[in-house]
Nanobody, 122 residues
C-alpha cells in the first residue's frame, strides 16, 4: 500500500522557519517526481514546489518568493520542503504528492499524503 506521510508542521511566528518532511513507502521512490501543494481555508489547492526523480529540476511557485526549498533523498524515501521567512499568508495545510516520472508535468499526481498544518501568526 502506497503511503505518503507529511510531518513537521506547527504554529510559528512570522519570520520563523519550518522543515516539512514527506516519508514515502509502498512505491519505488526514485521513480517518482515529488511535489508539494498547500490549501488555505476557503481557497483552492495551490502548487508550491516539485523536484524530479533524480533530484534535478526543482520548480517553485512564484508565490514562495524564493523563500522555500524542496529537496529529496532517494536513499531515505523522503522529500523535504524548507519554509523560511514564513508569513501569515503561508498558513495552510501542506500536502506532498508523487507522480510517476514518465508522466508530463501537466498530468495528475498519482498519490497524495494526508497533509500537515502550518500556521503562521503575526
Amino acid at each position: 500500500q502506497v503511503r505518503l506521510v507529511e510531518s513537521g508542521g506547527g504554529l510559528v511566528q512570522a519570520g520563523a522557519s519550518l522543515r516539512l518532511s514527506c516519508a514515502a513507502s509502498g512505491l519505488t521512490f526514485r521513480q517518482y517526481t515529488m511535489g508539494w501543494f498547500r490549501r488555505a481555508p476557503g481557497k483552492d489547492r495551490e502548487f508550491v514546489a516539485s523536484i524530479s526523480r533524480s533530484g534535478g529540476n526543482p520548480t517553485y511557485a512564484d508565490s514562495t518568493k524564493g523563500r522555500f526549498t524542496i529537496s529529496r533523498d532517494n536513499a531515505k524515501n523522503t522529500s523535504w520542503l524548507q519554509l523560511n521567512s514564513l508569513k501569515p499568508e503561508d498558513t495552510a495545510v501542506y500536502y506532498c504528492a508523487a507522480r510517476i516520472y514518465w508522466r508530463d508535468s501537466v498530468e495528475p499526481y498519482d498519490y497524495w499524503g494526508q497533509g500537515t498544518q502550518v500556521t503562521v501568526s503575526s
